[in-house]
C-alpha cells in the first residue's frame, strides 16, 4: 500500500470522460448529503425494517412458547438494531482518511480472530459449527470483522492503484489472495453463506473499480463451478439450494 495516491476512475467516470461535452460532477454543498448517499441509508432502512418484520414474524410463536411474549425476540433484535444505527452515526463522522490508514491493522487483526474461533476451546461450537468467538456471557463472529476488514483493504488498494487495474498482478491477484486466504478459514468454520457474501463484495469492488470483464467473466466461472462443488460435496447444502429454489415443495 505504498503507491502514491492517485484519482479513481471507476467505469461510470471513464464513460462520462470519453463522451463530448459531459459535464463534470460537482460536489453537494457542505453539510448537504449526496442523492447517492440518501438512496444507500433509504435502501438500509427498508432492509432493516424488512428484517424486523421477518423477525417477528418468524420467532413471534416461540417466543411465546418459551418467554410468555411475541415480542421477545423481536425486542432483541430491536435492542441491536438501535446499536447498530448508533455505530453507523459515529462511523459517518470519522475522516475515510482515517479508515484507511487502519486498514492494514484490521485486515491482520481479523485474520487472527478467525484463526482463533478454529482453536479447541478457544473458538465456541454451535450445531457442529465453529464460528464464534466467546468473552463471558457475549460471543463475537469474527467473519463479521472480515467482511469489513476486506472492505476497507479492497477500496483502499484499488484506489491507489486506479491507473493499474487492468494488469491482474497489481489488482486482481493481490485482492483475490486476502479474500483466498479469509475463504479458506470461513469454509473450515463451516460457513458457506458468509463466503458466498465475501466473495460478492469483492466481486463488486472490482467491477466499480474497473476491471477488465474477461477477469471477471473468469472469477465468476471459478466461483460457480467451486459453488456446485460445495454443494454435491455437502448433501444439506444442496437440500437448501433447492428448498431455495423451490420454497413450496415441502
Known sequence: ?????????????????????????????????SGAFVA???LVAVLCLTGMVMVLSASSVASIED?????????????WLGVGIVGFVVALRIDYRRWRSWTRY???????????????????VVNGARRWLGFGPFTVQP????????????????????????DPQQALRPVLAVFAMMAV????????????????????LLFVAGVPGRQLGLLGLAAAAAGVLFAIIEPYRMRRITAFLDPWSD
Request: aromatic content about 8%.
Open 67 to 79: 418467554y410468555g411474549s411475541p415480542w421477545y425476540q423481536f425486542g432483541r433484535q430491536a435492542l
Open 106 to 124: 484490521l485486515l491482520w487483526v481479523s485474520l487472527a480472530m478467525l484463526v482463533l474461533v478454529l482453536v479447541p476451546g478457544v473458538g465456541v
Open 143 to 166: 467473519s463479521e470483522f472480515a467482511k469489513l476488514a476486506l472492505l476497507l483493504f479492497a477500496a483502499d488498494l484499488l484506489a491507489r492503484r486506479a491507473n493499474r487495474v487492468a
Open 40 to 42: 444507500i441509508v433509504a
Open 1 to 33: 500500500m505504498s503507491e502514491a495516491s492517485v484519482t479513481p476512475h471507476p467505469r461510470a467516470a471513464r464513460a462520462a470522460s470519453g463522451r463530448k461535452g459531459a459535464r463534470l460532477r460537482t460536489a453537494p454543498p457542505a453539510g448537504r448529503r
Open 185 to 204: 478459514l470461513v469454509m473450515i468454520q463451516p460457513n458457506l453463506g458468509t463466503t458466498i457474501i465475501l466473495f460478492v463484495m469483492t466481486f463488486v
